[in-house]
């Protein structure tokens, strides 16, 4: 099994900052791209950001310029950047990688528990 941690959510004021990072562990033979979505209430979840494997990204339009995604490879990390914070930022995070898995090579598509972000002042 292979298994998302994420951590670094919480309550920040409009205009500040938070790091969200996402540990992969368990049977990994390798991740290839890696990506953070959010959900606000009674919204659909969306993309914000994702990486490869290689470190290209892409992002929402709504958060290009003050987020910025990364990865450590050697640690099946990635992160999350994010700055200049908005009241319409707050929603629950989920991390998603894409993962060859172990023993058998298996691709797995694997979600985190979320974090909840909340902006407010």
């Known amino acids: 099994q292979v298994h998302l941690v994420e951590s670094g959510g919480g309550l920040v004021q409009p205009g500040g900052s938070l790091r969200l990072s996402c540990a992969a562990s368990?049977?990994?033979?390798?991740?290839?791209?890696m990506g953070w979505y959010r959900q606000a209430p009674g919204k659909e979840r969306d993309l914000v950001a994702v990486?490869?494997?290689?470190?290209?990204?892409n992002y929402a339009d709504s958060v290009k310029s003050r987020f910025t995604i990364s990865r450590d490879n050697a640690k099946n990390t990635v992160y999350l950047q994010m700055n200049s914070l908005k009241p319409e930022d707050t929603a629950v995070y989920y991390c998603n990688a894409a993962v060859v898995a172990l023993p058998n090579c298996r691709y797995l598509e694997v979600w985190g528990q979320g974090t909840l972000v909340t902006v407010s002042s």
């Open positions: 990486i490869s494997k290689g470190g290209n990204t």
């Open positions: 368990g049977s990994i033979f390798s991740i290839n791209a």
